[in-house]
């Protein structure tokens, strides 16, 4: 009889052995996904009762605060509403963290107390009180940015391009993340599923056809190769007949670059003349396109503290038996993508010295005594070409803004240079872009504007027609600022 | 010490319950070891450990419930205390001659909670199950048990009675078809009438806990009896048979099933409480909330069959494996009186009481981790439910007493 009592025995010993596995799997191993599933409401209680440090604009305009409730739970409010709901984001009990409220949860939040675990991460020197955050972005810019944009659909991203501090990062339409922070799940999910995309960044996360805009790279690559120069001439036809094809280039409504019978690439990128980029893109080859534009951060994941998505050219190799393919991608048009970031940065490679910075947008994270915990270091990310295709392309650039496409972002006192864009959309109206530049003195600013298709003038639109006087708002705004350092508080 | 962790100072009402606890516990320990001096000494303090914890967690999910079980624990151990008492000159053998009239006895309790509601000691219906007895005068609701717990323990006590008696033929009479050895078909009965008794207990009080535990705690009372595990294979099988036929037919039993199988499917439904136990123990973690800081309120009924998550959640892992290897130290104290037992019916007694401490256990700690579907039974010593603490405390008690028989 002890025989089967001890394999009973042992049958039950097994069991509670199985039981001990289990459980370290379920709290062990398993724990944290539990613990951070959305639907246990310990981790919306967790975080109603955790302390977020304040984010605020370059100027100290405060953008999002923790505010204590009667019950000690605290309150996320964002005071500019749906201005920086892109870029400081939310933290939304139901929907989870979004923007900078995510990627810096670490530090906004204050470690949790009085838990056994808490005791040890303070023994440990592991806690700590809640920080906060100082932002790139100028609420001056960003507020002209949504100002100027108005009900438009479209994006802003500027920067300052000795540094990469991010000074507007603005997608239209927007929402308001209050809509999001609430019990209910109605208001959020009617964001998401709103034709007009208000949850989507598209400064960011959503890429377009960069048009004309894109001649900055074609000329980059073609002053860098040592093709052209700016007072390089070309044929000057109504139409350029594209080599084994019967498609055509014109130019953007109709007629040639000028009166005469070739045109020089200045006039060409003054005017933006489709036909004489789509040349000298076939001159040059895909090999040369292609690289200058990687140097310029396409096809690659720019450093970035919120998601955004790469922008797109296709290989050397395709064009290998597309000379038309690589003559409408010398125009901006085929198979690139961009995305509004990637146009800025490209603007600001030929700002400086045709070096691009890391785009950054927290400058400073300081603790509740207001002492500077960490501070932003400018770092640089590309070469894109060098210093003096840089310079010859601001030369360019301030001839369109001076007398061509871009005259509508002039800026009294200010030097502004860019190349507009109206890249054609099959079956809609085109997307609008100005990517250009200013300077005041030592002081100078990158941005791109992108508008959706044609904004408020659909199929009428242009890139100087609808994109340039946004820009030409925002240099406005920032010439008003400038120099930036004065403004901001140390 | 949870008023403590939540910021306030220890009042008198905690005082009373840890001096209760210490009472309970100690006075009866005390007393036993003067009544039975020879018997392993560490039973009740380990079931006294679990007690604890439990009741802390009681008092911190429910202060109601844990003023109504500091009660049940004094009357518990008195209760114990007399047993022990009863047992002090004739020992365990008395209990073996009385068999039959336990073997009554569990029965009419089993069916007890079918009283109709009118008279003055009433069957209840609580969470879909009739297991309930209330004791209802002068117009108002006096006391409240589940009988079950009891019928439990003399069903155990019964069959080791039983078995022992019929020791001799299990051992012997096997028919041999070829290598195959099969035992008679009379000896079969027995399994039967077990089957049918626990399906009738599953069927009409709902109670697919105390089924399962009664079934399986037979079916391995009646192996250790007879070596044979062909009576295992045989009730396996019936129980299994019996489990899908009350899949199809009760709604009660699938539901907890498909919980089990998933429990994410029908979050806010049948799976929300097992999914709410899976969030309390993956929140615990290692080291735990601590005691009181943790949010196991947020489990339905947290403080009966799930009182462990609710354990598990404020203590950690740390903790909730230092329970489960005191209940395996109970049943491995038991076991060991088992085979130290000098004759078939002890053995068998020890034996049955050990399993019933350790299948229990299993079953819903299995159940709250989602190891087996949830069946639905209190979880020794550290539930809420006067009934089951009386039938675990006398269970001890009885433990202690063969243990001091022990053959030297």
Redesign the interface.
């Known amino acids: 009889m002890n025989t089967s009592i001890r394999r009973t025995a042992a049958g039950l010993l097994v069991g509670f052995l199985l039981l001990v596995l289990n459980l370290t799997y379920l709290q062990a191993i398993a724990g944290p996904r539990y613990r951070d599933d959305l639907r246990n409401r310990r981790v919306q209680v967790a975080r109603a009762e955790t302390e977020r440090g304040p984010i605020l604009s370059r100027e100290g305009v405060v953008l999002a605060q923790s505010r204590i409730q009667s019950d000690g739970s605290f309150l996320r409010v964002y005071p500019e509403g749906s201005l920086y709901a892109h870029t400081v984001g939310f933290s939304s009990l139901l929907f989870g963290d979004r923007g900078l409220e995510r990627t810096r949860a670490q530090q906004l939040a204050a470690s949790p107390s009085g838990t056994i675990s808490a005791i040890i991460d303070s023994l440990l020197g592991r806690a700590r009180a809640a920080l906060g955050l100082r932002l790139t972005l100028s609420h001056t810019l960003q507020t002209a940015a949504a100002v100027a944009l108005g009900n438009q659909t479209g994006a802003v991203v500027a920067l300052d391009p000795t540094t990469g501090e991010v000074l507007a990062y603005y997608s239209s339409p927007m929402f308001d993340p209050a809509l999001l922070l609430g019990e209910a799940s109605a208001p959020g999910d009617a964001l998401e599923a709103d034709p007009t995309q208000p949850l989507l960044d598209r400064a960011g996360y959503a890429t377009y056809a960069p048009g004309s805009a894109f001649k900055i790279i074609t000329a980059a690559a073609g002053l860098e190769a040592g093709s052209i120069n700016s007072g390089s001439e070309f044929p000057n036809p109504e139409q350029l007949a594209l080599p084994g094809s019967s498609a055509t280039i014109s130019n953007f409504g109709g007629g040639r670059c000028g009166p005469a019978d070739t045109a020089t690439v200045a006039d060409a990128f003054r005017l933006s003349c489709n036909t004489v980029f789509a040349q000298v893109a076939m001159e040059l080859g895909a090999e040369e396109l292609v690289a200058r534009a990687e140097a310029a951060g396409f096809n690659q994941a720019i450093p970035f503290e919120l998601a955004v998505l790469d922008s797109a050219i296709p290989s050397a190799e395709s064009f290998a038996n597309d000379r038309p393919g690589l003559g409408q991608t010398g125009i901006g048009q085929r198979d690139l993508r961009a995305t509004p970031l990637q146009m800025a940065l490209v603007a600001a490679a030929v700002a400086t010295d045709g070096s691009i910075m890391n785009p950054y947008l927290v400058e400073e994270v300081f603790t509740a005594s207001l002492q500077v915990r960490e501070r932003a270091e400018p770092r640089v990310w590309k070469r894109a070409m060098s210093p003096g295709t840089a310079a010859a392309l601001r030369e360019l650039m301030l001839g369109a803004v001076a007398s061509g496409t871009g005259t509508r972002a002039q800026v009294d006192g200010v030097s502004v240079g860019g190349k507009t864009g109206t890249a054609e959309v099959p079956g809609g109206a085109p997307h609008a872009w100005f990517v250009g530049f200013a300077t005041i003195d030592d002081e100078s600013l990158a941005l791109a504007v992108l508008v959706e298709s044609g904004g408020a003038l659909g199929e009428e639109a242009t890139g100087g027609s609808v994109a340039a006087p946004i820009a030409g708002a925002i240099i406005s705004a920032w010439s008003q600022i400038t120099p930036l350092h004065l403004s901001s508080p140390e | 010490m949870v008023n403590q ?1 939540r910021g306030g100072s220890l009042d008198a009402q905690a005082a009373l319950t840890g001096l209760v606890l210490v009472i309970a516990w100690g006075g009866l320990h005390l007393a036993l070891r003067r009544l039975v001096p020879r018997a392993v000494p560490y039973l009740l303090p380990l079931a006294a450990l679990i007690c604890a914890v439990g009741l802390v967690e009681i008092y911190r999910l429910d202060f109601h419930q844990a003023t109504l079980q500091r009660w049940w624990l004094l009357v518990a151990s008195g209760l114990a205390l007399l047993v022990s008492l009863g047992l002090r000159s004739n020992g365990t053998a008395v209990l073996r001659r009385y068999r039959y009239l336990f073997l009554t006895a569990a029965l009419i309790l089993l069916a007890a909670p079918l009283l109709p509601s009118t008279l003055p000691l009433r069957g209840v219906e609580l969470n879909g199950s009739r297991l309930w007895l209330r004791l209802h005068l002068f117009g108002r609701d006096l006391v409240q048990f589940q009988p079950g717990e009891i019928a439990k323990l003399l069903l155990v006590i019964f069959l080791a009675g039983y078995l022992s008696d019929r020791q001799p033929e299990l051992l012997s009479s096997a028919k041999s078809w070829g290598r195959l050895r099969l035992p008679q078909p009379r000896q079969l009965l027995p399994v039967a009438l077990a089957w049918l008794a626990s399906m009738g207990v599953m069927v009409y009080q709902r109670d697919l806990g105390a089924s399962l535990l009664l079934f399986t705690v037979f079916l ?1 009372l009646l ?5 044979r595990a062909a009576h295992l294979a045989l009730g396996g099988l019936l129980f299994m048979g019996g489990t899908l036929a009350a899949y199809q037919m009760f709604g009660h039993a699938a539901a907890r099933i498909d919980a089990w199988l998933d429990p994410w499917s029908d ?1 806010e439904g049948s799976g929300y409480q097992l ?1 709410q136990s ?2 309390a ?10 005691l009181g ?3 196991p309120d ?1 489990i339905p009924v947290a403080s009966t069959d799930f009182i462990f998550s609710a354990v ?1 959640e404020e203590i ?2 740390a903790g ?2 230092g329970i ?2 005191s ?2 130290l109970l ?2 104290a038991g ?1 060991g009186i ?2 130290r037992a000098r004759d ?1 019916f002890r ?1 068998l007694l020890a ?1 049955g009481l ?2 019933v401490i ?2 229990q256990s ?1 079953l819903i ?2 159940g709250v ?3 087996l579907p949830v069946t639905g039974i209190s979880l020794p010593w550290m539930s809420y439910g006067g009934s089951a603490l009386v039938a675990n405390m006398v269970l001890l008690v009885l433990l202690a007493r063969l243990s001091h028989e022990e053959a030297r």
Do not use: D, E, Q, W
């Open positions: 962790a391995l192996y250790v009896a007879s070596g979050f999914a899976l969030f123990l993956g929140s615990g973690s290692l080291s735990g909330s601590g800081l943790g949010r947020l598990a950690g892992l909730a494996i489960v290897v209940y395996a049943v491995a076991i088992a085979l078939p053995k034996t050990s399993l350790g299948v299993l700690l299995g981790t989602r190891l």
